[in-house]
């Protein structure tokens, strides 16, 4: 759920834009389950230790990033870019560039109050150490499991959001 108290789910509102929007993240987030998914599996027995440096470099990033309130949607696309690269298949990184930062969507919904909720940001962040802990463990089946469970929550999320509008 986006709030814990449902008085507060009135306290905001989407723009007309952002409810436009809902349809296409929720295709944008499918499609992501199944690329970023194999993208993180190949990357766990693919990556070399520079790679994994980057990864967990993007990670520590957002970190800091969430500990300063700062916004976060640029060094959580750098995280998930670092794993595109780590495939050392270029399409994986193009297929990422092509979407950019939009692919991020608390970056599309401002207007949500989770786009600067500690909670939330904390969670995103344990789901991205989830995937990279696996990747350094080099276990292909478990960084699929990990990101997959990532952008389904995702997913969920705007669902819930949608049936809400």
């Known amino acids: 759920m986006f709030v814990s108290n449902p008085s507060a789910q009135k306290a905001f509102s989407l723009t007309p834009v952002e409810i436009k929007s809902i349809p296409e993240t929720l295709e944008l987030l499918e499609f992501r389950m199944a690329a970023e998914g194999e993208a993180a599996a190949i990357a766990a027995y693919r990556r070399t230790a520079e790679q994994e440096a980057a990864i967990r470099a993007a990670n520590r990033k957002m970190a800091q990033m969430i500990e300063d309130g700062a916004p976060t949607v640029e060094a959580d696309y750098e995280f998930h870019m ?74 969920r999320r705007y669902r819930m959001l949608a049936e809400q509008q």
């Open 82 to 155: 670092a794993i595109a690269a780590a495939t050392n298949n270029r399409f994986y990184v193009d297929v990422l560039r092509h979407f950019g930062p939009r692919s991020i969507p608390r970056g599309q919904f401002p207007t949500l109050p989770e786009a600067h909720d500690r909670a939330y940001l904390d969670k995103v962040h344990a789901e991205h150490i989830e995937i990279l802990e696996a990747i350094a463990d080099q276990e292909p089946e478990r960084a699929r499991q990990a990101m997959r469970a990532h952008l389904l929550a995702s997913q």
